[in-house]
């Protein structure tokens, strides 16, 4: 099933009907990446910018330049962290052209979808980039005891938001959730190969569209399995 789909969803990436929300894709994705890793990179910079210590005052000197050098530091590792809520917040500007162009070719049987407006499909994005951002944080400490961790962490968040944001094009959150159970773990394992491509350069700029690509395809089939009900 997992296989199937990665492989009709590479297949169809340099496709015509494909090609437009690919190089959306890549510009949103990229913007993305650097909003998220700039701001929260600034975000460290001022946390430790002007640091006082009791008795002793403000740092500075050589300590300074080790601050700079830790606020560049978090800029990087914030830029790391962020393709993963980038991926999920980018995927909000490009839902339908991918899932359609998918469903057109491989699953013509079902029509166009209801779709629906790109406020919602972006709110229901930054929703996801925002979990992805609160468990990332909330799980660092445990990140340098189990090293595999992250993957499975951003594996899940990437499955299950762009298997979601696939879905609820046509099917009621209830249904959702009950073919999202139907593929739960070839959905998690897709979802772990995108973690894993998103620390790839340049290759993690097309995790959002393959990824959501491949995850129509396991939203379809569990969709024929459980009869179109």
Not at 59 to 82: K, R
Not at 111 to 139: D, F, Q, W
């Amino acid at each position: 099933m997992l296989l199937s789909a990665i492989t009709r969803s590479l297949a169809q990436l340099p496709t015509p009907a494909m090609l437009r929300p690919l190089l959306l894709g890549l510009v949103v994705t990229a913007v993305c990446i650097v909003l998220l890793g700039v701001t929260v990179g600034a975000g460290v910079g001022w946390l430790v910018s002007g640091v006082s210590i009791p008795f002793v005052g403000e740092i500075g000197g050589a300590a300074d330049d080790a601050v700079g050098w830790l606020a560049g530091a978090g800029t990087v590792i914030a830029m790391a962290f962020a393709f993963t809520p980038a991926a999920a917040l980018a995927i909000g500007f490009f839902v339908d052209p991918v899932a359609d162009a998918v469903e057109a070719r491989h699953y013509p049987e079902r029509g166009p979808a209801r779709g629906r407006s790109m406020g919602t499909e972006v709110s229901m994005a930054l929703r996801y980039a925002g979990l992805a951002i609160a468990l990332n944080i909330l799980l660092l400490p445990f990140y340098f005891i189990f090293p595999p961790l992250p993957a499975a962490v951003n594996g899940w968040i990437l499955g299950r938001s762009f298997f979601d944001m696939a879905a609820l094009r046509r099917d009621t959150p209830a249904r959702v959730r009950e073919l999202r159970r139907s593929v739960r773990f070839p959905m998690v394992l897709g979802g772990i190969l995108l973690a894993v491509l998103t620390l790839v350069p340049l290759l993690n700029l097309v995790v959002p569209v393959f990824g959501l690509a491949m995850m129509t395809h396991l939203y379809n089939g569990a969709h024929r399995r459980k009869g179109g009900a």
